[in-house]
């Protein structure tokens, strides 16, 4: 099992910026590409960011494209995404996720994943 918790969500004014934190345990970090989701209330899931493994290639979706950064710290079992110029659009319930393989947009892909940490953003 890989265990991921996540932190830094809050509240925060439109045009404002937060740091997500992801921790994880319990089995080698490094065998992981990671990526972050966000579900807002009454959508569906969405791919936001993904990292892969050695952290050499990101990905990230066209909505958050130029605003938002994914970044891996294998040393520290750690993932970051640091969202800036945050719009009240991106509030939702940002969780990260753990893959050994497949499409990293895709959430079933995914084997675990974190609690989830509450974004909001006010405008």
């Known amino acids: 099992q890989l265990q991921l918790v996540e932190s830094g969500g809050g509240l925060v004014q439109a045009g404002g910026s937060l740091r997500l934190s992801c921790a994880a345990s319990?089995?080698?970090?490094?065998?992981?590409?990671m990526g972050w989701f966000r579900r807002a209330p009454g959508k569906e899931r969405e791919f936001v960011a993904a990292?892969?493994?050695?952290?050499?290639?990101?990905y990230y979706a066209d909505s958050v494209k130029g605003r938002f950064t994914i970044s891996r710290d294998n040393a520290k079992n750690t993932v970051a995404l640091q969202m800036n110029s945050l719009k009240p659009e991106d509030t939702a319930v940002y969780s990260c996720?753990?893959?050994?393989?497949?499409?990293?947009?895709?959430?079933?892909?995914?084997?675990?994943w974190g609690q989830g940490t509450q974004v909001t953003v006010s405008s």
């Open positions: 996720a753990a893959q050994l393989s497949g499409s990293v947009y895709n959430p079933r892909h995914y084997t675990y």
């Open positions: 319990g089995r080698p970090f490094n065998n992981f590409a």
């Open positions: 990292v892969t493994r050695a952290g050499d290639f990101t």
